[in-house]
């Protein structure tokens, strides 16, 4: 769910110790809710690689809809859950620091996975992970909406973000958009989450 950077260490402390409270929380949430825009574009038994998989929720769900997903988190805790629920392949790494160019997959998805991203970083790790999708592969990213940053009753600060300057991310960075939404969080009203299809172009 998360990279390693010195000022968000109490995030890392957080997944790490916390990991079952965390996949009890989020684990029966119905990923339909969100990721049907991103599965309609996909062929069938499409691969998948969920980057910061957490709970193993939506590798389960895409599991189950005919696709081949593969988890990839950084908290042996979460992953070792992941694995348990799921039957899928769990790959423990950090974002930020792991050679994701050893893999080729038709789509990526990152549901929620880099809302822990300092706002100047995000482009970097979009750009460490991009060697992982296939050419014209399909990536689906969701962040938090909101202005500068949230710290919430757990102490996890969150990075929220403006559809504009996200869509202006992603036609730099090449990709093409097919779908957007904006909706409320399923676990916390007050929440609102943009989610994006992209295609890769380059």
Not at 67 to 80: R, V, Y
């Amino acid at each position: 769910m998360f990279g390693i950077w010195s000022e968000n260490f109490n995030m890392e402390n957080y997944y790490q110790t916390n990991f079952n409270e965390y996949h009890k929380r989020t684990f029966l949430v119905d990923s339909s809710s969100f990721l049907e825009p991103f599965v309609k574009v996909l062929p069938p038994g499409t691969s998948v690689l969920d980057v910061g998989c957490g709970s193993g929720r939506d590798i389960l769900w895409l599991k189950n809809m005919g696709f081949k997903p593969t988890g990839f988190e950084q908290s042996p805790g979460l992953a070792a859950l992941a694995r348990k629920h799921t039957g899928c392949k769990v790959i423990e790494g950090d974002f930020e620091t792991y050679n994701f160019s050893t893999f080729k997959f038709y789509a990526i998805l990152a549901s929620g996975s880099m809302v822990h991203v300092p706002h100047n970083r995000l482009r970097r790790v979009i750009q460490k992970i991009r060697p992982a999708l296939d050419r014209n592969g399909i990536f689906y990213i969701s962040l938090k909406q909101g202005e500068n940053t949230k710290t919430d009753n757990l102490n996890r600060t969150f990075y929220l973000w403006q559809d504009n300057d996200l869509k202006q991310l992603f036609s730099d960075l090449n990709f093409e958009l097919l779908h957007s939404s904006n909706t409320k969080s399923v676990l916390n009203s007050k929440d609102l989450w943009l989610g994006y299809v992209l295609m890769q172009t380059r």
